[in-house]
């Protein structure tokens, strides 16, 4: 277990401390300071120390979760456990090493998360679209693809027989996850009915398959050790009813059951696609392929918990771990974990979503930092950022989701005298929907109060309409803990987080390849 309690650190009990005691008893709140024992791997002059093996380096993703969503996150987190909120934070904050990280794309102010993520995996900045390609491969060219691949740090441990492990809460094809073990000129290109025909025929392979043909293409390798996500349609034919939902089928045109090839492919495999099955297949050490969902898996709002439901996010991550752990014998393993959803709640303008999948990525990285030791490096960074904005001077512990209060309790009024809320973004869906509905209601604003606001699915005020929110071009943080962690500092290129990662595994990287 890793050297911080993360409860002592969120302890409500006072503290001597002058400033403490000042700024937050009244409000009944107050953070220790934390004291972290794990040791630096850089030193004083800024030479990589030789740190040995790793156990393990971890790296979540909070999908979309911009500075803007960590504060609220940490704010909204605070206020489930009864605090005022600003005083609380989350698990990762407490990591003792922070960067700001550029996040463009080679052809993009703004980026999208599979060229962000290409760049954080590979050390190569990319094109926004494109799964770990060169930037010379114009998006969609599958021609251009061809040879244009960059390695992946999943695909060098895999050809050195390390064991590596991706969890996602949306399609295990998705950007995010699929730049791990995929190259495709086209994030889109997640099953064979995505592919236009010409790409196919010019030798490009859909995502889906190159994840369950990953052993036999990558000599040396046997393939991803550990895969929970969703997006199981992009592994059945178009003819075969889904498990879960008869009324759904697959979606390849092709008419292969990849799962069934994935699980010929070595002995000792499991799939799972429900949480019943996915409990019983936890411990051992086979390899499994865990799909829980036709597309993404529900937000973490909506998850249904039952045995036939699907595992949370922090679940999955102690699954990984439990498992890899086994896999490995004491050799470093690579796990990457992405909470996926928070981007596609803020793409939708709905905060609450993207609140509580902020919270189930916070869980997971806590419960991470449990089950590993000090000589794991946990990264923990966002690949781009979204349009919230947390404004219009709220009082100090004011419900986050909540309607403006001033310092007196007073709702606060906008210039037309409308109340307003704390949570906000420039653009999106939702300003279409607020100028149908005042259209509706004879041009005057519709008055919102603290019942609609807090409601699962009200959408916050955008001001520029579009059918979906849009990302944003601000740095997003990174936060390190465990060897090597201390290179996270300073303004840093995203592609420079491969080689915090690539460095501390260099040792395993220094093996021969296998053939
Ligand atoms: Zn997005």
Known sequence: MMSFNVANLIGRKPLSGLGCALALTALGGCVETPNFSAESAVTATG???????????????????GVSTVTAGRIYAGQKLGLAGEEHLLSFEQ??????VKTYNTDMQVPDSAGT????????KTRAGVLSIAPSAPRGDCKAALGAEVETLMEALEVRGFKTGVVSTATITHATPGANYSHSADRNWESDADMPEAARAAGCRDIAQQLVEFAASTPGSDGVDVILGGGRAHFFPDS??????PDKTGKR???????AEWLAGADNRTYVWNTEQFEAAAGGSGQVLGLFEPSHMQFDADRNTTATGEPSLAAMTEFAINKLKAMSSGKPFLLIVEGGRIDHAHHGNNAYRAMEDTVALDAAVHRATE????NALLLVTADHSHTFTISG???RGNPLLGLVRGPDGELMKDLNGQPYTTLGYANGSSAAAEAAARAKNGGKPITLTDEMVQAPNYQQTSSVPMRSETHAGEDVSAYAIGPGAAAVRGVMEQNRLYNVMADVLSEALRQPAGR
Not at 117 to 124: L, N, Q
Not at 253 to 259: A, H, I, P
């Open 47 to 65: 030479q990589l120390a030789s740190v040995g093996a790793p156990e393990a380096v971890v790296l979540f993703i909070g999908d979309g979760m």
């Open 371 to 374: 089950m590993l030791s000090d």
């Open 393 to 395: 001077y709220p009082k």
């Open 117 to 124: 993520m290409s760049a954080i995996v590979t050390g190569i």
């Open 253 to 259: 045109r092709d008419g292969r059951d990849l799962t």
């Open 95 to 100: 990591f003792p090493d922070v960067a700001l």
């Open 240 to 245: 075969v009813p889904d498990s879960e939902y």
